[in-house]
């Protein structure tokens, strides 16, 4: 392993003006804090971009309120705060955007053609966990809103060897057999959802489209979508518009907007 690289002001500056970002941002690194979002949700609302990394994260969550904790000092535990001057219906798909943003970052560090995103926006790579989100959306106005991306993409462990009792996961360690810098990394994903973010706003979900179906890890899979009241299983015919996943059963179309998808059965690679 090479040696250890701290997250660092200074170099996530350096490569955020290499990589031609001049928006005004906040950044707060900590060694250790309960959750980025937690704490980005937590400030004064600004016009500035807010981004929070953390080398540890106690009280980690992923979607549904799971529990996430990542080995201090190995992974990336990255929040950012976005302002956009839209309703929230405007922004239906966004968080499909946010995924496509991440995996465009993994491929400038790592060619591979295995990468897949499981709707609406976990990172795969040979069905394996790499990199989950957070989005949560904060009602600035009728006309604003606040949005806080929070990204736990595994970075530096060696996953092979430190195994999760609950899940499957991997990191870019594991992919190519050594470390990163992980301030790279982050000046390059907020680069990176930046420039998403203003396709998004300015052309709408149709531009997203094909990169989405070649990166589709459910397409054309027997899926079962479990919600709070109900399971529905069907074959996954991609998203619609809006970024709702599309099933399909005897009933006909489902269009649904939350739940969390398991692959009953998935076409051979």
Excluded at 118 to 126: A, G, H, S, V, Y
Excluded at 238 to 252: A, D, H, Y
């Amino acid at each position: 392993m090479s040696t250890y690289i701290p997250l660092s002001e200074e170099p996530i500056r350096n490569q955020l003006a290499r990589f031609g970002f001049q928006k005004s941002y906040q950044l707060h690194l900590f060694d250790s804090i309960n959750s980025t979002n937690t704490y980005l949700k937590q400030l004064h609302p600004s016009q500035r971009i807010e981004i929070c990394c953390a080398e540890l994260q106690t009280q980690g969550r992923g979607r549904f309120g799971r529990v996430w904790q990542a080995p201090s000092g190995e992974n990336i535990c990255c929040s950012s705060r976005w302002r956009f001057a839209q309703d929230l219906q405007a922004l239906s798909g966004l968080s499909l955007v946010v995924s496509l943003a991440i995996l465009t970052t993994i491929k400038h560090f790592v060619e591979t053609p295995r990468l897949k995103v499981k709707w609406p926006n976990d990172i795969l790579w040979n069905h394996k966990k790499l990199c989950g989100c957070l989005i949560e959306l904060l009602s600035v106005s009728d006309t604003k809103v606040d949005v806080v991306v929070g990204i736990g993409l595994n970075v530096n462990t060696d996953t092979l060897n430190q195994p999760l009792s609950d899940k499957v996961w991997c990191s870019l360690f594991e992919m190519c057999g050594y470390t990163f810098d992980r301030n790279t990394i982050i000046a390059l994903l907020i680069k990176n959802l930046d420039t998403y973010f203003t396709n998004f706003i300015e052309h709408g979900w149709r531009i997203f489209e094909k990169e989405w179906q070649e990166h589709d890890a459910l397409l054309g899979s027997l899926v079962t979508l479990n919600q709070s009241s109900q399971s529905i299983e069907g074959l996954a015919k991609g998203v619609n518009s809006l970024g709702q996943l599309v099933l399909e059963n005897e009933s006909g179309l489902h269009y649904l907007s939350a739940g969390e998808a398991t692959l009953s059965f998935a076409p051979l690679d």
